[in-house]
């Protein structure tokens, strides 16, 4: 009986797990993207603070809103469409981001959904180029679009029974 040589056994071995864990990992590659183009292709810019955190649904305290303050409310619900893929989203509670989203799912209570390949990011942690060199981006919208302002929408989740909240 002929029996290969350990080292060949090995090298198939290795190419095989190689071979297979190549479908499990594609990397959430985007485009690099300014922040005017950012702003120009979501529904919603907002700065707001993580509240709580269940199953990739976050719970946010929206504070500014510099595109579309009349739809959002003062709480907002977002939902990690992603989830469980390389694009997943993570956010921390009592931290506050700003937000690039979308409608992710509508129908009587309103779910967002931060933009993959967007610039959603924990405010101070992403510098972009300005007029003057590199700011925070959080200052450069300020600068552009003005202070923003306080969220007009209804929150529909207040109208939810108490036993359907969870």
Known sequence: MCRPPVKVLAWFVGLLCLSAGADVAHACTCDSISPAQSFARTQYVFIGRVLEVKDHTWTVDVDRVWKGADKLAARVRL???????????????????????????????????????????ALRSKRVAGPH?????????VENYGPGEPPRGEDPWKRLPEYDRD
Do not use: H
Request: proline share 4%.
């Open 79 to 121: 939902l990690d469409v992603y989830k469980d893929m390389d694009c997943e989203f993570y956010f921390e509670p009592g931290r506050a981001y700003l937000f690039f989203a979308i409608v992710a799912k509508s129908s009587r209570y309103v779910f967002y959904q931060p933009e993959v390949c967007n610039l959603t990011s």
């Open 133 to 141: 060199g590199q700011v925070w981006l959080e200052d450069l919208i």
